[in-house]
């Protein structure tokens, strides 16, 4: 018996001694590996799987302030289940909007189809319709030379909406909401530019549309769907308004082009009807997800200033008297041209300029990319298959890029234009967002028209602080969080 246990004993040793010699070479292997490959630092955290998720939502800028500072231009951060690599460089950020062969944006696109607008696999993996037809014809559409119908359709949509648009009064006008009353206007308007008279724009519809948008951001920074399912029913209810309204039997010649465009191609295609109501959907999300909100923060910030809007205002009003006397085949008041009058490039610095702050101040757009093959950025190894993230956020609050950078200053932008390089609000490199300039012309005919018509005082007994929250972050404005109520008069 002594025998069997010593010649057990010795095969366990000899078992052992190749068990410690197997681990020291995989760990010298490893050593070797990861001192020819440096790997981006990862920002630390001891909950397993979930990660840093929850201070992510806690402070979002604070954060990344502290990660940038700690790990430098180029930092990853596991969060629910996914690890993401940020880069806050500069630098760095246009390197990579420099070289789409190695960094695209196409990877991601696809992920966000699927788990944010849900496309099927029939239309992001089946077919090339999508990226042969339907978004050249949507930047087609959409470009300034062909713009013009679109913008002057919004125009008088928005006279419309202002114009049928009741202020409540119980006695003397009470006050409403500026962010409601705001958000109301630019959906009338806009729902009617888009789809025409017949689009059922219901206040369920506008409920289900405000959680869809919410949760987006998280979404596409890919929080998992089984966390989400309340923007995942809110979805599935908005697609299904789009959907209906496009097999309403009604003609949508009242509709854009674009939006008329893109029912014809997906038609053509042979795709479902899930998809049907997916590709009337999605255009009126970038739009709505954004620019109402670029006017929305214009008017609080404005409003939190001793000047107000008066500048402004009267800077309108000069530059219209101007334009009308050099246009008499225009009659009637510049704000019944709007459209004609902004694409002329009126003489309007201070608008412009505050329109520009206020993108450069809350904006906070991740341009994310796919990277195609293994690379090297920042003196880190970028493997194939990673997901990048540029933080144009940070480039935007950095004093060495913007002087007083945490401050809204409207005047900043006064001496010119903004540069390429640090001012990135629709991101940059040739996947910048194709709907800049048309994003631009409706901020401003939707603030001539609403300052035109309206006086809006500040109601400091029911306003409350606004401050940006982290709310929509990474894709596009921060949303408010806080109320400034008005007393709305029509001039």
Request: charged share 25%; net charge neutral.
């Amino acid at each position: 018996m002594d025998v069997i246990y010593s010649r057990i004993s010795d095969h366990s040793a000899v078992l052992f001694t190749l068990a410690v010699l197997l681990a020291a070479a995989a760990a010298a292997l490893l050593i070797s590996k990861t001192s020819d490959a440096k790997r981006p630092p990862i920002v630390s955290s001891w909950i397993p799987w979930w990660g840093s998720q929850w201070a992510v939502e806690r402070d979002p800028d604070g954060f990344f302030e502290d990660a940038a500072r700690r790990y430098g231009g180029v930092f990853g951060v596991k969060a629910a289940g996914t690890t993401l690599f940020y880069v806050s460089d500069v630098s760095l950020i246009n390197q990579i909007y420099k070289q789409p062969k190695v960094y695209t944006i196409s990877l991601v696109q696809r992920s966000w189809g699927k788990n944010c607008f849900s496309w099927t696999d029939d239309v992001l993996l089946k077919s090339t319709v999508l990226r042969d037809e339907l978004l050249p014809s949507d930047h087609r559409n959409i470009a300034p030379k062909n713009i013009g119908p679109l913008l002057r359709g919004f125009a008088s949509n928005i006279s419309r909406a202002v114009r049928e648009y009741v202020p409540p009064t119980s006695g003397a006008p009470a006050s409403v909401s500026l962010e409601e009353l705001v958000l109301h206007l630019a959906h009338a308007a806009t729902s009617r530019t888009w789809y025409g008279s017949s689009f059922p724009l219901s206040p369920s519809f506008l409920r289900d549309w405000k959680e869809f948008d919410e949760g987006v951001g998280k979404v596409a920074l890919m929080y998992p769907l089984w966390m989400c399912r309340g923007f995942v029913a809110a979805r599935a209810r908005v697609r299904q308004v789009f959907w209906e309204w496009v097999n309403n039997g009604q003609s949508h010649e009242d509709a854009c082009k674009l939006v008329r465009d893109r029912e014809e191609i997906v038609r053509n295609a042979g795709f479902g009807e899930h998809d049907l109501g997916v590709g009337v959907m999605t255009p009126y999300w970038p739009l709505m997800a954004n620019v109402p909100w670029a006017s929305l923060w214009l008017l609080v910030l404005q409003l939190q200033r001793p000047e107000g809007l008066e500048r402004i205002v009267e800077e309108l009003n000069v530059a219209g008297e101007a334009w009308s006397a050099a246009h008499p085949e225009f009659q009637g008041p510049y704000t019944d041209h709007l459209a004609d009058f902004f694409q002329s490039q009126p003489e309007t610095p201070l608008l412009n300029s505050t329109i520009s702050e206020v993108l450069r101040f809350t904006s906070d757009s991740y341009s994310m990319r796919g990277v195609l093959e293994d690379t090297v950025l920042g003196g880190y190894t970028i493997r194939k298959g990673d997901t990048l993230v540029c933080m144009t956020r940070r480039v935007h609050r950095d004093e060495r890029e913007f002087e007083r950078a945490g401050e809204f200053v409207p005047e900043r932008f006064l001496g010119g234009k903004e540069g390429d390089y640090n001012y990135l609000p629709f991101g940059g490199g040739v996947s910048m967002c194709s709907g800049r300039f048309f994003a631009n012309y409706h901020i401003k005919i939707f603030l001539a028209t609403l300052l035109g018509t309206f006086t809006l005082e500040v109601d400091e007994e029911k306003s409350t602080p606004v401050v940006q929250s982290g709310v929509n972050r990474g894709f596009g404005l921060r949303r408010p969080r806080g109320e400034t109520y008005v007393r709305v008069r029509r001039k």
